[in-house]
């Protein structure tokens, strides 16, 4: 079946570093993946969408990688701040569905 | 545009009670799904609409759950009768048609059963 594991321990990190979130899937590689935040009490807010055949995508300080041999993608928050504190979902479509599936997603705590 | 509405915020309910959950997509979108989040289980897909059809309710737990999109811009989850093991945020969330963007997520209801 197809899942989606993120490692489910919180990451935390100083200011100014780079986060490295790590969503890795199984069984064969999707089209697209897509990367969410969730902050507390509230809904999981799209950031990124990176296709199978596009190595790496940037938005601002965010970069995510595809790699399909790994069957992994990292998400990358360069120039950390305490502002980027919360969960990030990583998300694959189900087949050829409309639907997505999520992983357990990763907490982040950026401290000061 | 207001983005996805969900009401209630929240819901506190006995045990055996109905319960309805209502979603507002945001204009345009045609696909709507209801996801349930839980700390064991994460985010869990219900049920997904496509033009207001229904396309797969596989992950509709039981019977007691039941969905229905009567027009582009109202959905209801309605749960009858509720157990405390239905506690969880219910979210809705809606797309337009192709992949350039991702779903956009409500606010989520917070059901507590009792």
């Known amino acids: 079946s197809q899942k989606i594991e993120q490692n489910s321990e919180a990451l935390n990190i100083q200011e100014g570093k780079t986060a490295t979130l790590t969503c890795n899937y199984t069984n064969y590689s999707p089209a697209y993946l897509q990367w969410y935040r969730q902050d507390p009490g509230r809904g999981p807010v799209f950031l990124l969408l990176?296709?199978?055949?596009?190595k790496e995508k940037r938005k601002e300080r965010l970069k995510v990688t595809f790699d399909t041999t790994l069957k992994q993608s990292l998400f990358h928050i360069t120039a950390s701040q305490p502002a980027d504190s919360a969960t990030y979902l990583c998300a694959r479509p189900s087949g050829n569905t409309g639907k997505l599936i999520f992983g357990q997603g990763t907490t982040l705590q950026v401290k000061p | 545009d207001a983005g996805v509405i969900q009401s209630p915020r929240h819901e506190v309910t006995e045990m055996g009670q109905e319960v309805t959950l209502r979603c507002k997509p945001i204009s345009g979108h045609d696909y709507l799904f209801w996801y349930r989040q839980t700390m064991m289980r994460g985010l869990e897909l219900l049920i997904y609409?496509?033009?207001?059809?229904?396309?797969?309710d596989s992950g509709m737990p039981e019977d007691r759950f039941s969905a229905k999109m009567p027009n582009a811009s109202f959905s209801t989850l309605k749960i009858q009768p509720s157990e405390p093991r239905d506690s969880a945020v219910y979210f809705c969330?809606?797309?337009?048609?192709?992949?350039?963007?991702?779903?956009?997520f409500g606010s989520g209801t917070r059901l507590t059963v009792v």
């Open positions: 609409f496509n033009n207001n059809v229904p396309i797969d």
């Open positions: 969330a809606s797309r337009e048609t192709g992949v350039r963007g991702g779903y956009t």
């Open positions: 990176i296709r199978e055949n596009e």
